[in-house]
């Protein structure tokens, strides 16, 4: 069993921006390199290396530019948000399972120029499964949510202000983190009432940054992960999920379309932990669009059945005296989205003791991949001190 016998020894960022002058590939040696400084660790000793599918260049061409020597284990995940915590986990399971004995996983993305968004080149033929759906207006991944989200007011009584909690929440967070993009910008419940539609009934401010940046940890046997500079931060529990009937984002062929992976994801998550969601100090959700953050709280069962967007109410996900602070550096709609891969790093810093939104006493910490595709998730846990 994967508890406990795996830690996350190192992380390591790039800076976040619109426009970085660096390639992806320079991006990804330089976070690689900074966690594995962050761990105490030389290139030479990592073996493994993980990653998702979505990463324009092999691991080959970062094997080599850090000076690695032979690598003996490597995957990539798919399915773009859903994939990051499933980079981290295969990761752990190759060194539990000695493939590997230092694995880096990472997510480098430059998707701040507008151009480089997939939905900018109109003019393709469109493939796949999109084939249903794009040439009758569901255009982007959040035309697609705003679907979902509608339907959760619908069958919830959901409203703007519960999506608006989310939005302050988070952006609240990015103001104490000078490393998020919108560190220096708060905003007001005014301002999110007020600002445009993106695709009605999320607005602006429902929607995740889109940023240039790379994101890096190293895992390694957790007796291992003792010896080393940083305080041990293990991995606790891993799951992954795609439930039946699922079809990507629109989640259209269930009876229950609300239901998406994370419950497939949270089942198997549990059912290999020691303690359960009462017991998570903080989490980091995957937030590409706000209405994602109360589907994931039902899902990973800390709320019931459509009681996700009343959980938002009264400060609940907020530092520092929320039940449950989500999001602590700003997440993917304020710090930078990274494809949830920030979202991982910190979740490390939670429980090290070092996130600029630091709970007290987070000794355990969730954190989940994209709700909507073929997700995964990971609880930490403080090792001893």
């Given at each position: 069993?994967?508890?406990?016998?795996?830690?996350?020894?190192?992380?390591?960022?790039?800076?976040?921006?619109?426009?970085?002058?660096?390639?992806?590939?320079?991006?990804?040696?330089?976070?690689?390199?900074?966690?594995?400084?962050?761990?105490?660790?030389?290139?030479?000793?990592?073996?493994?290396?993980?990653?998702?599918?979505?990463?324009?260049?092999?691991?080959?061409?970062?094997?080599?530019?850090?000076?690695?020597?032979?690598?003996?284990?490597?995957?990539?995940?798919g399915?773009?948000?859903?994939?990051?915590?499933?980079?981290?986990?295969?990761?752990?399971?190759?060194?539990?399972?000695?493939?590997?004995?230092?694995?880096?996983?990472?997510?480098?993305?430059?998707?701040?120029?507008?151009?480089?968004?997939?939905?900018?080149?109109?003019?393709?033929?469109?493939?796949?499964?999109?084939?249903?759906?794009?040439?009758?207006?569901?255009?982007?991944?959040?035309?697609?949510?705003?679907?979902?989200?509608?339907?959760?007011?619908?069958?919830?009584?959901?409203?703007?202000?519960?999506?608006a909690?989310?939005?302050?929440?988070?952006?609240?967070?990015?103001?104490?983190?000078?490393?998020?993009?919108?560190?220096?910008?708060?905003?007001?419940?005014?301002?999110?009432?007020?600002?445009?539609?993106?695709?009605?009934?999320?607005?602006?401010?429902?929607?995740?940054?889109?940023?240039?940046?790379?994101?890096?940890a190293?895992?390694?046997?957790?007796?291992?992960?003792?010896?080393?500079?940083?305080?041990?931060?293990?991995?606790?529990?891993?799951?992954?999920?795609?439930?039946?009937?699922h079809?990507?984002?629109?989640?259209?062929?269930?009876?229950?379309?609300?239901?998406?992976?994370?419950?497939?994801?949270?089942?198997?998550?549990?059912?290999?932990?020691?303690?359960?969601?009462?017991?998570?100090?903080?989490?980091?959700?995957?937030?590409?669009?706000?209405?994602?953050?109360?589907?994931?709280?039902?899902?990973?069962?800390?709320?019931?059945?459509?009681?996700?967007?009343?959980?938002?109410?009264d400060?609940?996900?907020?530092?520092p005296?929320?039940?449950?602070?989500?999001?602590?550096?700003?997440?993917?709609?304020?710090?930078?989205?990274?494809?949830?891969f920030?979202?991982?790093?910190?979740?490390?810093?939670q429980?090290?003791?070092?996130?600029?939104?630091?709970?007290?006493?987070?000794?355990?910490?969730?954190?989940?991949?994209?709700?909507?595709?073929?997700?995964?998730?990971?609880?930490?846990?403080?090792?001893?001190?």
């Amino acid at each position: 069993m994967l508890k406990d016998r795996t830690a996350i020894a190192g992380i390591g960022q790039t800076a976040y921006a619109k426009s970085l002058p660096d390639s992806e590939l320079v991006l990804a040696c330089r976070a690689i390199k900074a966690a594995l400084d962050d761990a105490g660790i030389h290139p030479s000793e990592v073996d493994g290396l993980s990653s998702y599918t979505l990463e324009p260049f092999v691991e080959v061409e970062v094997a080599r530019n850090l000076g690695m020597g032979d690598i003996t284990w490597f995957s990539q995940v798919g399915y773009g948000g859903g994939a990051g915590c499933a980079v981290v986990g295969n990761a752990a399971m190759a060194v539990a399972t000695g493939q590997c004995g230092v694995a880096v996983a990472w997510r480098s993305r430059k998707r701040g120029a507008a151009a480089a968004r997939p939905w900018a080149q109109v003019g393709e033929r469109v493939a796949g499964t999109g084939q249903w759906s794009r040439p009758w207006g569901l255009l982007r991944p959040v035309d697609e949510i705003a679907v979902l989200a509608r339907r959760y007011m619908h069958e919830y009584g959901a409203t703007r202000d519960h999506l608006a909690n989310v939005a302050i929440a988070i952006r609240k967070h990015a103001n104490r983190n000078p490393a998020a993009m919108m560190h220096g910008k708060p905003m007001t419940r005014d301002d999110y009432m007020r600002s445009r539609w993106v695709s009605e009934p999320l607005c602006l401010f429902d929607n995740c940054l889109e940023s240039d940046g790379a994101v890096a940890a190293v895992i390694v046997d957790a007796s291992r992960a003792a010896e080393l500079p940083q305080p041990t931060v293990l991995i606790h529990a891993f799951g992954q999920g795609l439930n039946t009937q699922h079809q990507t984002m629109t989640n259209y062929h269930r009876d229950d379309p609300l239901m998406g992976p994370a419950w497939a994801c949270a089942e198997v998550l549990w059912r290999h932990a020691d303690f359960g969601p009462a017991d998570v100090k903080v989490a980091q959700i995957y937030d590409a669009f706000s209405p994602l953050i109360p589907l994931s709280l039902e899902g990973y069962g800390f709320c019931k059945r459509g009681e996700g967007a009343e959980f938002t109410n009264d400060g609940n996900i907020e530092w520092p005296d929320g039940a449950l602070p989500v999001n602590t550096s700003g997440g993917g709609m304020s710090e930078a989205y990274v494809h949830g891969f920030n979202l991982v790093a910190e979740a490390v810093r939670q429980v090290r003791g070092t996130s600029t939104a630091q709970v007290d006493r987070a000794d355990t910490g969730l954190v989940t991949s994209g709700e909507g595709v073929p997700t995964s998730a990971l609880l930490l846990r403080a090792g001893d001190r």
